[in-house]
């Protein structure tokens, strides 16, 4: 079986030990821990080729090798490989914070008049040093306490995190508020309340999840999938989505929406998945 280029940590000058193998030919590195050190970068299959994923602000890497200015890294989140500017990353103290809110902005001083100097998505990672007066001191500046929860504290509904993203733009291979794409806010809400999650639609659609009959009813949270396409389902008659047709994240009627989808021939719903069990089940 050819491996999967997204998540196999190998290029053509080096490759993750383990791989030792599989991958002749090359220098069998152990990778170095790094964290991105940007609000947000493209993760990127070549060196100035075109985007694939996003990295956030916090986000822990792996790195395989610095070239040319270039890091070949591994996220450790969900695995995606790839290339982002060596320049984005830094080895930072491990982060104690999540962005809950749907965006904020790190400030030089704790004052919300004082200058900004970052602006946050939802679920960018941080280091909180001290908290005094409504705010969370970073190495980097000040954020408000209420866009904060700690890295250990889950939320419990993920169609919430998911209704975050409302008119955000599309963006093909975003991840963050200010750009998503459908898999991008699938991944978002999902790893907010702490539920692993691949990167893109079709790894999702084989990893999560319990596979539903066609006649199952819909329920909130559960995915539904289409070939290169994934919407959550907010109730029995609504479905949250990042998606082109509206250039933005939206609630769209599900049966209207999925006969819209195989309409532009975006074909058929290959399988919905219950990602949250009914405790009385």
Known sequence: MTPDRRLTPANARVADSSLRETWPGVDYVEPEPFSVHWPLVDLMNVPEGHRERQLLFGDAVDVYEVHKGWAFVRSVKDGYVGYVPNSSLAQCPAPTHRVTAASSHIYRLADIKSMDVMRLSHG?????????????????GYIPLQHLGPLDEKQADPVVEAELYLDT????GGNSRFGIDCSGLIQASLLACGIACPGDSDLQEQALGTTLGADAPHRRGDLIFWKGHVAMVVDET??????????ATCYEDIVAGIARIERQGGGPVTSRKRILEDSNE
């Open 124 to 140: 960018c990672l941080l280091h909180v040093i001290d908290t005094s007066n409504g705010f969370a001191q970073t190495a980097d």
């Open 238 to 247: 609504r479905m949250i989505h990042a998606n082109a047709h509206a250039m």
């Open 169 to 172: 733009p599309y963006l093909w």
